[in-house]
C-alpha cells in the first residue's frame, strides 16, 4: 500500500527526497492542472508531466514530439517537460540548461528548479542541489503569505535543511530552517523547530575549535534561543535543558554541564513519572533518554581529555590537537602512567555507565543509535587504557517497537488530548505499518487529531484517503462514519458532508449506507438544494429496494415531483410506493397520489383506473379490510376513499377514446355518480357530485334529466354553494359543454326569482354571457345585480360588464353611460384601462371624438404601462381617422410601426403589423413614397408571408415608380436645354 | 409505520376537481419564450397550441421545439426494446410519425437507433435513424455520443473525427472525456496502439474525478499498451483493480 498522502506534520528530519518530489510535483500540478487549462499546447505539457509521474517517460516524449511538430513556435512552453524528461532520465546536463533557460522568477522556473534539486541531491550533487534550492527562495524578500505557496516554502525549507546536515553543513541548514519562523506555525511547531536550530548551531559550533568568535558567535545565538524555547511547559523546560548542557559541553565547561543536568533532574524524573501514569512508552518518549545521553557525552569528553592532557605533559608529544580523540599523537596512549590510565579510565567508564542505561531502559528513544556508537568508543577507549568492560547490554540494535506497542502510544497521546504529538506517532506508525487491523481506528483518530489541530484539510485529507484506499472496508467504513458525526458535532457540517457522502459512494454495501444517503437528502432538502436532494433520494431507490428507507425516499421523491408537477416521475414513485407499502393510510395515498398524477396529466383513462384500484381498497365494506385495522387511521381512509370514488366516476365520464364506447362510459359515470350519492348521501363532495352528475347529462343531450338533477341538487343541498346555485352551476356546466341554450335558459329562469341568488352568481353569469356573445343576456345579469347591490365592488363590475356589453351590441350611448357610472364610482378603478378603452371606442362610434381623445389622454397620463400605451395609440390612430385627420393618423400608426423589433413579443407583434399595413394604407394616400417604400420593407422584412405582400408589392412598385417620376431630370434632358 | 407528513393529503383534497388541468403541452419559441397549453397540433408547417385563451398559431421557422405529453403506447413500447426489439422499433415509428413535429418523435427516432444499434447490431439502421431526427436534438450531448458510436462501427471515422476533436475542447467535462473514449476507439480500430493508449490515458490523467470514465480509460489504456507490449500496461490494470474493484471493467480483466 502507498504510503499516507496525506500532508505530513513529520519533524523536518523526517523530511527526505521524496518530499523534496512531493512538493515539487504539487508545484507542477498546480501549475498545469489548474491554471491554463484553455490552452491546447499547456493541457498537452500538463499531460506529458502526468505520463512521466505515471512512469511513463516514453509516452511522454511521444506527446512531446507531436507537440513540437505542430506548434513549432511554441517550443518555449515545452522547456518544462523537456527539462522534467531529462531528469527522468538522469541527463542531469542537459536538464540544467533546459531551466537555466525558464525564467527563475516565474511560477513554472520555481517548481522545476526545486524538481531539479531533488533530483541533484538524489544524484549527490549537494551544492548543486543548494544552489537550485537557494535561487527559489531568492524569490522571496519576505515569507510568503498566500497558503499554498507557504506550504510549497516551508517544505522547501525543510527540505534543504535535511540536504545540508546531510552534508555537515550545519549552519547553513541552521539559516535555512530559520526561514519559516516568521510564517504562521503554531507554537509547538515552532519550538520543535527552534530546538533543532539550536542543535544545527551547537555542532556547527563544534566544528570551529580553530575559531574561538565565530564558535562564542554560534553558541550565543544558541543560547538567545533556548530562551524562546524553555517557555513551553515542563517538557520543554527539561529539553532546553539538555540544549544548554550541550552547549557548556562545547565550551568544555564539563562541570558545568553536568550540575544543570543534576539541578532539573527532579523535573525529568518527573515528567517520566507521569508518561508512567499515562502509559506513554517510556523507552520511546521520557526526556531522562536525554538526561543519560548528555551525562554520557560529557564522561566521554572528559575523560578523553584527562587522557589528552596526560599526553600533552610528556616531552616528547607533539603538540597537535585532534578533538575528540583518546590519542593526541601516534603512541600517546603508551605514554601515560598506569595511574593516569586509570583516572582516565575511570572516567570514560561512568560515560559508559551512562550510554548504557540509555541503551537498557530508553533502547527505542531518540538518543539510542548515537549512544550505542558512542558506547562502542567508549569501550575501545577503555580497552585501550588498559581496562576492561563487562557489558550488561547488547550492542546490536534494539528491536523496534511492534505495531501494537506504537498504536498504542499514539491512542495515548490521544487520549490525553496531545494531538499534535498524536498526529506525529500516528503518522509515524502508520508509514511504518500501513494496513493492520489498528489503521481504520488509527486513521479516525488522525484525522480527529488534525481536526482538532486546526488542520482541516488534513483532516479531510485523511477521510477521503481512507475512503479511496480501504473502499469496502467495514471497518473503515464505522471510522468514516464516526469522522463524519465528530464533524458534525464539531460545527463543520460542511466536512461532515463530505465525509458522508465519500462513505456513500465507497461503501456502497455497507447496512447504513441508505440511511446515510437518506440523511444526506434530508439534510440537501434543509438547504433548500432541491436538484441535490433527488439526486440523493433517486440513488437510494435505486440502489436500495430492500432498505428500511427505500419507502421514505420514495414517497419524498414522488412528494417533491409532485410539486414541481413533474407527475411521471411522481406517479412512478407513488405507484411502486404502493405496490410495496404495508396496507395502510400511507398506503392509500400513495395509490391515490399516482390516479392523481394521471389526472392532472389528463390521462382520464389511466386516472380511472387508478382512483379504482384506491375504492376497491379502501372499500369498508370488505370484511376484515386492513385499512381500518388502525382505527386513528379510518377517518382518513374513509375520506380517502370518497375522494377516489368521486374521482372514479369523473374520470370515467371524461375518457373520449375510444369514441365508439364513451357513451357507455358516460352512462357508467352516471351509475357510479348515483352510488357515490347513495354512499355518501351527508359527504362533502355529495353537491359536487351531483352537480358533475349533471354536467354529464348535458354532455349526453339529456336536458330534462339535466335540469332534474340541477333542481335535486338545490331541493337537497340548499345550504351549500352548490345547491343554492343550482341554476348557475347548471349555466356554468352547460356553457362548459357548449350548450348555450340551455344556458340562456336558465338564465331566464334565474331572472325570474333574482331574490334567490347572490348578486355574485348574477355578476358571473353576465361574465359568462359576455364571454361567449350572448350581450342581451349579460346584460339582463349585471342588471338584476345592479338592482340587488350596493358593494361598490361588484358594482364596478357590473357598470364595466353593461359598458362592454352594450359596446359589443352597437349601443354606444350606453355602453358611455355606464362606464361613465364606473368612472364615477371609482376613478381609480382597477378597470380603469379597460374601462378607458371602451369608452374611447363608445364615444368614436357616437362621432364624440372630443371625448374619445379626452379618454385616450387620461390613459396617456394615467398609465405607464408600454403595451397599453401601444393599444391606446392604435384606438387613437382610428379616432383621428375618423376624425378626418389623415396626417395625425399616420402618424400615430408610424410611431406603433416603427418598433425596432416587432416580432419580439407575439402579444403586440399583430399590433405592429396592423399599424404598419394601416400607415402604409396611409402613406399611399399621402402619396409618401419614401414612407411607402419603408412600410414595405418592413413588412417584407418582418411579415414576408403576409396575405397581403402581393398588395404590399404593387404598391412598393407603385412607390419606386412615383419617385423616378418626381425625379428631377438629368440636366441634358432638362427641358429648355 | 411511520407517517410521511399529512400535507400531501390536505393537498390531494385542494384538488378542485373542475379546475383547468395543467399545461400538458409546451411551445418554445426561436425567441426563447415558452407557450404553454393542453395540447399541441401540427400540421403543414404549422403548430397550433390550445392555450387557455385560445387557439394560437406559429409557423415551422418561429417554433425551436413543441413538446406535449407522453403518447399513448409509449411505455409498452419502450418495454419491449429488450425481448422484442423488432416489435419495438416499429411502435416507436409509428410513435414517431404520429407525434411527427412534437418532441415525441426525437425521443422515438434515438430510441429506434439505441435499439437497432445495441440489440440489433444493425449500426447503418442507426446511422440513418440518428440522421432523420430534428436538428435540435441532436445537440444533446449523449445523443450526439450515441451517433459518433454508430459512426465508428460503420468506419466512417472522417466523420466523427473533426467533431470529437472539437468536443475534446469543449467545457463539458463528462462530454469531453466521452470523446476522447471515442478516439481512442477510432485508434483502437485501426489497430493504431500508441495514439490509442495516449487518448485513453489522457482521460486517466484529466479526468480522476469522472469515475464514470476513469475506469474504462485504465481499461483501454491497458488493452492498448498491452498490444504495445509495454510495461506500464500491468500496472495500469492493477490500478483499475484496485480503485474500481466492481465495475465491468475490473471484471474484464
Same mark, same amino acid.
Request: hydrophobic share 40%.
Given at each position: 500500500?502507498?504510503?499516507?498522502?496525506?500532508?505530513?506534520?513529520?519533524?523536518?528530519?523526517?523530511?527526505?527526497?521524496?518530499?523534496?518530489?512531493?512538493?515539487?510535483?504539487?508545484?507542477?500540478?498546480?501549475?498545469?492542472?489548474?491554471?491554463?487549462?484553455?490552452?491546447?499546447?499547456?493541457?498537452?505539457?500538463?499531460?506529458?508531466?502526468g505520463?512521466?509521474g505515471?512512469?511513463?517517460?516514453?509516452?511522454?516524449?511521444t506527446?512531446?514530439?507531436?507537440?513540437?511538430?505542430?506548434?513549432?513556435?511554441r517550443?518555449?512552453?515545452?522547456?518544462?517537460?523537456?527539462?522534467?524528461?531529462?531528469?527522468?532520465?538522469r541527463?542531469?546536463?542537459?536538464?540544467?540548461?533546459?531551466?537555466?533557460?525558464?525564467?527563475?522568477?516565474?511560477?513554472?522556473?520555481?517548481?522545476?528548479?526545486?524538481?531539479?534539486?531533488t533530483?541533484?541531491?538524489g544524484?549527490?550533487?549537494?551544492?548543486?542541489?543548494?544552489?537550485?534550492?537557494?535561487?527559489?527562495?531568492?524569490?522571496?524578500d519576505?515569507?510568503?503569505?498566500?497558503?499554498?505557496m507557504?506550504?510549497?516554502?516551508?517544505?522547501?525549507?525543510?527540505?534543504?535543511?535535511?540536504?545540508?546536515?546531510?552534508?555537515?553543513q550545519?549552519e547553513?541548514?541552521?539559516?535555512?530552517?530559520?526561514r519559516?519562523?516568521?510564517?504562521?506555525l503554531?507554537?509547538?511547531?515552532?519550538?520543535m523547530?527552534?530546538?533543532?536550530?539550536?542543535t544545527?548551531?551547537?555542532?556547527?559550533?563544534?566544528?570551529?575549535?580553530a575559531?574561538?568568535e565565530e564558535?562564542?558567535?554560534?553558541?550565543?545565538?544558541?543560547?538567545?534561543?533556548?530562551?524562546?524555547?524553555?517557555?513551553g511547559?515542563? /517538557?520543554?523546560?527539561?529539553?532546553?535543558?539538555?540544549?544548554?548542557?550541550?552547549?557548556?559541553?562545547?565550551?568544555?565547561?564539563?562541570?558545568?554541564?553536568?550540575a544543570?543536568?543534576?539541578?532539573?533532574?527532579?523535573i525529568?524524573?518527573?515528567i517520566?513519572?507521569?508518561?508512567?501514569?499515562?502509559?506513554?512508552?517510556?523507552p520511546?518518549?521520557?526526556?531522562k533518554?536525554?538526561?543519560?545521553?548528555?551525562?554520557?557525552? #560529557?564522561?566521554?569528553?572528559?575523560?578523553? +581529555?584527562?587522557?589528552?592532557?596526560?599526553?600533552?605533559?610528556?616531552?616528547d608529544?607533539?603538540?597537535?590537537?585532534?578533538?575528540?580523540?583518546?590519542?593526541?599523537?601516534?603512541g600517546?596512549?603508551?605514554?601515560l =602512567?598506569?595511574?593516569?590510565?586509570?583516572?582516565?579510565?575511570?572516567?570514560?567508564?561512568?560515560?559508559?555507565?551512562?550510554?548504557?542505561?540509555?541503551l537498557?531502559d530508553?533502547?527505542?528513544?531518540?538518543?539510542?543509535?548515537?549512544?550505542?556508537?558512542?558506547?562502542a568508543?567508549?569501550?575501545?577507549?577503555?580497552?585501550?587504557?588498559?581496562?576492561?568492560?563487562?557489558?550488561?547490554?547488547?550492542?546490536?540494535?534494539?528491536k523496534?517497537?511492534?505495531?501494537?506497542?506504537?498504536?498504542?502510544i499514539?491512542?495515548?497521546?490521544? *487520549?490525553?488530548k496531545?494531538?499534535?504529538?498524536?498526529?506525529?506517532?500516528?503518522?509515524?506508525?502508520?508509514?511504518?505499518?500501513?494496513?493492520?487491523?489498528?489503521?481504520? *481506528?488509527?486513521?479516525t483518530?488522525?484525522?480527529?487529531s488534525?481536526?482538532?489541530?486546526?488542520?482541516?484539510?488534513?483532516?479531510?485529507?485523511?477521510?477521503?484517503?481512507?475512503?479511496?484506499?480501504?473502499?469496502?472496508?467495514?471497518e473503515?467504513?464505522?471510522g468514516?462514519?464516526?469522522?463524519?458525526t465528530?464533524?458534525?458535532?464539531?460545527?463543520?457540517?460542511?466536512?461532515?458532508?463530505?465525509a458522508?457522502?465519500?462513505?456513500?459512494?465507497?461503501?456502497p454495501?455497507?447496512?447504513?449506507?441508505?440511511r446515510?444517503?437518506?440523511?444526506?437528502?434530508?439534510?440537501?432538502?434543509?438547504?433548500?438544494?432541491?436538484?441535490?436532494?433527488?439526486?440523493?433520494m433517486?440513488?437510494?431507490?435505486?440502489?436500495?429496494?430492500?432498505?428500511?428507507?427505500?419507502?421514505?425516499?420514495l414517497?419524498?421523491?414522488?412528494?417533491?415531483?409532485y410539486?414541481?408537477?413533474?407527475?411521471?416521475?411522481?406517479?412512478m414513485?407513488?405507484?411502486?410506493?404502493?405496490?410495496?407499502?404495508p396496507?395502510?393510510?400511507?398506503?392509500?395515498?400513495?395509490?391515490?397520489?399516482?390516479?392523481?398524477?394521471?389526472?392532472?396529466?389528463?390521462?382520464?383513462a389511466?386516472?380511472?383506473?387508478?382512483f379504482?384500484k384506491?375504492?376497491?381498497?379502501?372499500?369498508?365494506?370488505?370484511a376484515?379490510?386492513?385499512?381500518?385495522?388502525?382505527s386513528e387511521?379510518?377517518?382518513?381512509?374513509?375520506?380517502?376513499?370518497?375522494?377516489?370514488? /368521486?374521482k372514479q366516476?369523473?374520470?370515467?365520464?371524461?375518457?373520449?377514446?375510444p369514441?365508439?364506447?364513451?357513451?357507455?362510459?358516460?352512462?357508467?359515470? %352516471?351509475?357510479?355518480?348515483?352510488?357515490?350519492?347513495?354512499?355518501?348521501?351527508?359527504?362533502?363532495?355529495?353537491?359536487?357530485?351531483?352537480a358533475?352528475?349533471?354536467?354529464?347529462?348535458?354532455?349526453?343531450?339529456?336536458?330534462? +334529466?339535466?335540469?332534474?338533477?340541477?333542481?335535486?341538487?338545490?331541493?337537497?343541498?340548499?345550504?351549500t354553494?352548490?345547491?343554492?346555485?343550482?341554476?348557475?352551476?347548471?349555466?356554468?356546466?352547460?356553457?362548459?359543454?357548449?350548450?348555450?341554450d340551455?344556458?340562456?335558459?336558465?338564465?331566464?329562469?334565474?331572472?325570474?326569482?333574482?331574490?334567490?341568488?347572490?348578486?355574485?352568481? /348574477?355578476?358571473?353569469?353576465?361574465?359568462?354571457?359576455?364571454?361567449?356573445?350572448?350581450?342581451?343576456?349579460?346584460?339582463?345579469?349585471?342588471?338584476?345585480?345592479?338592482?340587488?347591490?350596493?358593494?361598490?365592488?361588484?358594482?364596478?363590475?357590473?357598470?364595466?360588464?353593461?359598458?362592454?356589453?352594450?359596446?359589443?351590441?352597437?349601443?354606444?350611448?350606453?355602453?358611455?353611460?355606464?362606464?361613465?357610472e364606473?368612472?364615477?364610482?371609482?376613478?381609480?378603478?382597477?378597470?380603469?384601462?379597460?374601462?378607458?378603452?371602451?369608452?374611447?371606442?363608445?364615444?368614436r362610434?357616437?362621432?364624440?371624438?372630443d371625448?374619445?381623445?379626452?379618454?385616450?389622454?387620461?390613459?396617456?397620463?394615467?398609465?405607464?404601462?408600454?403595451?397599453?400605451?401601444?393599444?391606446?395609440?392604435?384606438?387613437?390612430?382610428?379616432?383621428?381617422?375618423?376624425?378626418?385627420?389623415?396626417?395625425?393618423?399616420?402618424?400615430?400608426?408610424?410611431r406603433?410601426?416603427?418598433?425596432?423589433?416587432?416580432?419580439?413579443?407575439?402579444?403586440?407583434?399583430?399590433?405592429?403589423? #396592423?399599424?404598419?399595413?394601416?400607415?402604409?394604407?396611409?402613406?399611399?394616400?399621402?402619396?409618401?413614397?419614401?414612407?411607402?417604400?419603408?412600410m414595405?420593407?418592413?413588412m417584407?422584412?418582418?411579415?414576408?408571408?403576409?396575405n397581403? %405582400?402581393g398588395?404590399?408589392?404593387?404598391?412598393?412598385?407603385?412607390?419606386?415608380?412615383?419617385?423616378? *417620376?418626381?425625379?428631377?431630370l438629368?440636366?441634358?434632358?432638362?427641358?429648355?436645354? | 409505520m411511520?407517517?410521511?407528513?399529512?400535507?400531501?393529503?390536505?393537498f390531494?383534497?385542494?384538488?378542485? #376537481?373542475?379546475?383547468?388541468?395543467?399545461?400538458?403541452a409546451?411551445?418554445?419559441?426561436?425567441?426563447?419564450?415558452? #407557450?404553454?397549453?393542453? =395540447? %399541441?397540433?401540427?400540421?403543414?408547417?404549422?403548430?397550433?397550441?390550445?392555450?387557455?385563451?385560445?387557439?394560437?398559431?406559429?409557423s415551422?421557422?418561429?417554433?425551436?421545439?413543441?413538446?406535449?405529453?407522453k403518447?399513448?403506447?409509449?411505455?409498452?413500447a419502450?418495454?419491449?426494446?429488450?425481448?422484442?426489439?423488432?416489435?419495438?422499433?416499429?411502435?416507436?415509428?409509428?410513435?414517431?410519425?404520429?407525434?411527427?413535429?412534437l418532441?415525441?418523435?426525437?425521443?422515438?427516432?434515438?430510441?429506434?437507433?439505441? %435499439?437497432?444499434?445495441?440489440?440489433?447490431? +444493425?449500426?447503418q439502421?442507426?446511422a440513418?435513424?440518428?440522421?432523420?431526427?430534428p436538428p435540435?436534438?441532436?445537440?444533446?450531448?449523449e445523443?450526439?455520443?450515441?451517433?459518433?458510436?454508430?459512426?465508428?462501427?460503420?468506419?466512417?471515422?472522417?466523420?466523427?473525427?473533426?467533431?470529437?476533436?472539437?468536443?475534446?475542447?469543449?467545457?463539458?467535462?463528462?462530454?469531453?472525456?466521452?470523446?476522447?473514449?471515442?478516439?481512442g476507439?477510432?485508434?483502437?480500430?485501426? *489497430?493504431?496502439?500508441?495514439?490509442?493508449?495516449?487518448?485513453?490515458l489522457?482521460?486517466?490523467?484529466?479526468?480522476k474525478?469522472?469515475?464514470?470514465?476513469?475506469?474504462?480509460?485504465?481499461?483501454?489504456?491497458?488493452?492498448?499498451l498491452?498490444?504495445?507490449?509495454?510495461?506500464g500496461?500491468?500496472?495500469l490494470?492493477?490500478?483499475?483493480?484496485?480503485?474500481?474493484?466492481?465495475?465491468?471493467?475490473a471484471?474484464?480483466?
Amino acid at each position: 500500500m502507498a504510503r499516507l498522502d496525506v500532508k505530513p506534520a513529520m519533524k523536518y528530519w523526517e523530511a527526505s527526497p521524496c518530499l523534496g518530489s512531493a512538493l515539487a510535483g504539487l508545484l507542477i500540478t498546480c501549475l498545469f492542472a489548474v491554471g491554463t487549462m484553455a490552452d491546447e499546447v499547456t493541457d498537452e505539457v500538463s499531460f506529458a508531466s502526468g505520463l512521466i509521474g505515471m512512469g511513463f517517460p516514453d509516452l511522454a516524449e511521444t506527446v512531446l514530439e507531436q507537440l513540437q511538430e505542430r506548434y513549432p513556435d511554441r517550443v518555449e512552453d515545452t522547456k518544462l517537460i523537456r527539462a522534467e524528461l531529462a531528469m527522468a532520465y538522469r541527463r542531469f546536463e542537459e536538464a540544467e540548461k533546459l531551466v537555466g533557460e525558464i525564467p527563475a522568477n516565474s511560477n513554472k522556473g520555481r517548481a522545476i528548479r526545486l524538481k531539479l534539486g531533488t533530483f541533484f541531491y538524489g544524484a549527490d550533487q549537494v551544492d548543486k542541489a543548494r544552489a537550485l534550492y537557494e535561487e527559489f527562495f531568492d524569490q522571496f524578500d519576505t515569507v510568503p503569505t498566500d497558503p499554498e505557496m507557504y506550504e510549497t516554502y516551508e517544505k522547501a525549507s525543510l527540505h534543504l535543511t535535511v540536504i545540508l546536515e546531510n552534508a555537515g553543513q550545519y549552519e547553513a541548514a541552521a539559516d535555512s530552517l530559520g526561514r519559516i519562523f516568521a510564517g504562521n506555525l503554531d507554537s509547538e511547531d515552532l519550538r520543535m523547530y527552534k530546538e533543532k536550530q539550536v542543535t544545527l548551531w551547537i555542532r556547527a559550533a563544534e566544528g570551529k575549535e580553530a575559531a574561538a568568535e565565530e564558535k562564542k558567535g554560534l553558541l550565543d545565538k544558541a543560547a538567545g534561543q533556548i530562551r524562546d524555547i524553555e517557555f513551553g511547559g515542563p /517538557f520543554w523546560v527539561v529539553r532546553a535543558t539538555i540544549l544548554r548542557a550541550k552547549i557548556l559541553l562545547a565550551e568544555d565547561k564539563f562541570d558545568e554541564a553536568l550540575a544543570i543536568l543534576k539541578r532539573q533532574y527532579r523535573i525529568f524524573k518527573q515528567i517520566e513519572v507521569s508518561y508512567q501514569e499515562e502509559r506513554i512508552s517510556i523507552p520511546e518518549f521520557s526526556p531522562k533518554s536525554g538526561y543519560h545521553y548528555v551525562r554520557g557525552l #560529557v564522561y566521554q569528553e572528559k575523560g578523553f +581529555d584527562a587522557a589528552r592532557n596526560a599526553q600533552r605533559r610528556h616531552p616528547d608529544a607533539l603538540v597537535v590537537d585532534v578533538p575528540n580523540s583518546l590519542e593526541l599523537f601516534v603512541g600517546g596512549l603508551e605514554t601515560l =602512567s598506569e595511574v593516569e590510565k586509570l583516572a582516565a579510565r575511570k572516567i570514560v567508564g561512568k560515560a559508559v555507565g551512562c550510554y548504557t542505561k540509555v541503551l537498557k531502559d530508553y533502547g527505542t528513544g531518540e538518543h539510542a543509535m548515537d549512544a550505542r556508537l558512542r558506547l562502542a568508543e567508549c569501550m575501545d577507549a577503555v580497552r585501550r587504557l588498559g581496562g576492561t568492560i563487562k557489558l550488561t547490554v547488547d550492542l546490536k540494535p534494539t528491536k523496534p517497537l511492534d505495531a501494537d506497542e506504537m498504536f498504542r502510544i499514539a491512542d495515548t497521546f490521544y *487520549r490525553n488530548k496531545k494531538h499534535r504529538e498524536a498526529s506525529e506517532a500516528y503518522l509515524k506508525v502508520l508509514n511504518q505499518f500501513p494496513k493492520t487491523s489498528a489503521t481504520p *481506528r488509527v486513521l479516525t483518530n488522525l484525522g480527529k487529531s488534525f481536526f482538532h489541530r486546526g488542520h482541516t484539510l488534513d483532516a479531510q485529507a485523511t477521510m477521503m484517503y481512507m475512503a479511496e484506499q480501504f473502499s469496502g472496508d467495514g471497518e473503515v467504513a464505522k471510522g468514516i462514519l464516526k469522522l463524519a458525526t465528530f464533524f458534525r458535532k464539531q460545527s463543520a457540517p460542511v466536512l461532515s458532508d463530505r465525509a458522508y457522502l465519500e462513505f456513500v459512494e465507497h461503501f456502497p454495501g455497507h447496512p447504513k449506507a441508505p440511511r446515510v444517503l437518506y440523511v444526506l437528502a434530508q439534510l440537501a432538502k434543509e438547504k433548500s438544494n432541491e436538484t441535490e436532494e433527488a439526486r440523493l433520494m433517486d440513488l437510494l431507490v435505486a440502489r436500495y429496494p430492500d432498505s428500511e428507507y427505500y419507502l421514505k425516499a420514495l414517497w419524498v421523491g414522488g412528494a417533491t415531483a409532485y410539486e414541481r408537477e413533474q407527475f411521471d416521475a411522481a406517479k412512478m414513485k407513488f405507484t411502486l410506493y404502493g405496490d410495496q407499502a404495508p396496507e395502510g393510510n400511507q398506503k392509500a395515498n400513495a395509490m391515490m397520489l399516482a390516479a392523481e398524477c394521471d389526472f392532472r396529466k389528463e390521462r382520464y383513462a389511466d386516472a380511472f383506473k387508478g382512483f379504482r384500484k384506491v375504492v376497491k381498497a379502501l372499500d369498508p365494506g370488505l370484511a376484515g379490510n386492513p385499512y381500518y385495522v388502525q382505527s386513528e387511521e379510518n377517518g382518513d381512509n374513509e375520506s380517502l376513499y370518497q375522494q377516489a370514488f /368521486f374521482k372514479q366516476a369523473y374520470c370515467l365520464s371524461k375518457i373520449e377514446e375510444p369514441v365508439e364506447k364513451v357513451s357507455d362510459f358516460r352512462a357508467d359515470a %352516471i351509475n357510479l355518480f348515483d352510488e357515490f350519492a347513495k354512499r355518501f348521501k351527508a359527504g362533502e363532495l355529495a353537491p359536487t357530485a351531483l352537480a358533475a352528475k349533471g354536467a354529464v347529462y348535458l354532455q349526453m343531450d339529456r336536458y330534462d +334529466d339535466a335540469t332534474t338533477t340541477f333542481e335535486h341538487l338545490s331541493e337537497t343541498f340548499p345550504d351549500t354553494p352548490e345547491g343554492q346555485n343550482s341554476l348557475y352551476t347548471l349555466v356554468d356546466a352547460a356553457m362548459k359543454v357548449g350548450k348555450a341554450d340551455i344556458a340562456m335558459e336558465s338564465v331566464d329562469k334565474m331572472a325570474a326569482n333574482p331574490e334567490a341568488y347572490e348578486p355574485l352568481m /348574477f355578476a358571473r353569469v353576465g361574465q359568462l354571457m359576455l364571454a361567449n356573445d350572448l350581450h342581451d343576456q349579460a346584460i339582463r345579469a349585471y342588471e338584476i345585480m345592479l338592482d340587488s347591490t350596493e358593494d361598490p365592488g361588484l358594482r364596478e363590475r357590473g357598470y364595466y360588464g353593461l359598458g362592454t356589453s352594450y359596446h359589443a351590441k352597437g349601443d354606444c350611448g350606453k355602453a358611455i353611460e355606464n362606464i361613465q357610472e364606473l368612472i364615477e364610482l371609482n376613478e381609480k378603478t382597477g378597470y380603469f384601462f379597460e374601462a378607458s378603452m371602451v369608452l374611447a371606442k363608445a364615444c368614436r362610434m357616437c362621432e364624440q371624438y372630443d371625448d374619445a381623445l379626452q379618454a385616450l389622454t387620461a390613459i396617456y397620463e394615467q398609465d405607464k404601462d408600454a403595451g397599453r400605451r401601444k393599444k391606446a395609440e392604435f384606438e387613437l390612430a382610428l379616432v383621428q381617422l375618423a376624425q378626418g385627420r389623415k396626417d395625425a393618423a399616420f402618424a400615430s400608426y408610424l410611431r406603433l410601426s416603427l418598433y425596432p423589433d416587432p416580432l419580439r413579443d407575439p402579444v403586440f407583434s399583430d399590433l405592429y403589423r #396592423v399599424g404598419t399595413l394601416r400607415c402604409l394604407d396611409l402613406a399611399m394616400e399621402l402619396k409618401d413614397w419614401d414612407a411607402v417604400l419603408l412600410m414595405a420593407e418592413r413588412m417584407k422584412q418582418f411579415w414576408p408571408e403576409d396575405n397581403r %405582400i402581393g398588395v404590399v408589392n404593387n404598391f412598393r412598385d407603385d412607390a419606386l415608380l412615383e419617385k423616378a *417620376r418626381e425625379a428631377p431630370l438629368p440636366r441634358e434632358l432638362a427641358p429648355g436645354q | 409505520m411511520e407517517r410521511h407528513g399529512n400535507s400531501m393529503i390536505v393537498f390531494v383534497l385542494a384538488v378542485i #376537481v373542475f379546475a383547468v388541468p395543467v399545461c400538458a403541452a409546451v411551445i418554445e419559441l426561436e425567441t426563447g419564450k415558452k #407557450v404553454q397549453g393542453a =395540447s %399541441i397540433r401540427y400540421s403543414r408547417g404549422q403548430y397550433t397550441i390550445e392555450t387557455p385563451t385560445g387557439p394560437r398559431t406559429y409557423s415551422e421557422s418561429q417554433v425551436r421545439r413543441a413538446i406535449s405529453s407522453k403518447p399513448a403506447g409509449w411505455d409498452q413500447a419502450i418495454s419491449l426494446a429488450r425481448s422484442q426489439p423488432e416489435k419495438s422499433i416499429a411502435a416507436l415509428e409509428e410513435i414517431a410519425k404520429a407525434e411527427k413535429g412534437l418532441d415525441w418523435d426525437a425521443q422515438a427516432y434515438r430510441y429506434i437507433a439505441r %435499439i437497432s444499434s445495441e440489440r440489433l447490431g +444493425d449500426f447503418q439502421q442507426a446511422a440513418e435513424v440518428y440522421e432523420r431526427m430534428p436538428p435540435y436534438s441532436m445537440d444533446k450531448p449523449e445523443v450526439k455520443i450515441g451517433y459518433w458510436k454508430v459512426l465508428i462501427e460503420l468506419g466512417r471515422y472522417d466523420e466523427v473525427e473533426p467533431k470529437l476533436n472539437k468536443v475534446v475542447q469543449s467545457g463539458n467535462r463528462e462530454f469531453s472525456a466521452r470523446g476522447q473514449l471515442l478516439r481512442g476507439d477510432i485508434n483502437m480500430k485501426q *489497430r493504431r496502439w500508441e495514439p490509442a493508449a495516449l487518448d485513453f490515458l489522457r482521460v486517466v490523467h484529466f479526468y480522476k474525478r469522472q469515475r464514470s470514465v476513469h475506469a474504462e480509460a485504465l481499461y483501454k489504456a491497458g488493452k492498448s499498451l498491452e498490444e504495445l507490449r509495454h510495461d506500464g500496461a500491468s500496472r495500469l490494470l492493477e490500478e483499475l483493480k484496485k480503485t474500481y474493484p466492481d465495475s465491468e471493467y475490473a471484471g474484464k480483466i
